[in-house]
């Protein structure tokens, strides 16, 4: 075993290691968080009077002006459309991921 007479030298080389990759940890998830982005869109037919937030069956929707995203979830797109059109209003325009409503389902959505 390795003995260190100098303690103060051991403990800064010590907090040295530690603290590198300590620094970097927070830096991970950050390009996994960006590649997520959004999971669903709604494009509502008047604009909201100022941003807000809902949380909805899990989902965290971010809406502002005539626009609303959420992240993802594995519900069904037309339950979450009616979800967030009874907070927000009428919706113009849905998509969960890269599938959109169509008119018939919006109607329901609306509804």
Do not use: H
């Not at 959004?38 to 494009?43: L, M, P, R, T, V």
């Not at 509502?44 to 005539?66: F, Q, T, Y």
């Amino acid at each position: 075993m390795t003995r260190f007479k100098n303690r103060p030298a051991a403990s800064a080389i010590l907090a040295a290691t530690l603290a590198v990759p300590g620094a970097f940890a927070g830096l991970a998830p950050a390009p996994a968080l960006a590649a997520q982005g959004s999971f669903y869109q709604a494009q509502l037919a008047a604009p909201l009077k100022a941003p807000r937030k809902e949380v909805l069956n899990g989902i965290l929707w971010n809406c502002a002006d005539s626009s609303c995203s959420g992240s993802k979830g594995g519900s069904r797109a037309l339950l979450e459309c009616q979800r967030l059109s009874q907070k927000v209003g009428t919706i113009v325009s849905f998509a969960k991921g890269d599938e959109a409503l169509d008119e018939s389902a919006l109607a329901r959505c609306n509804g």
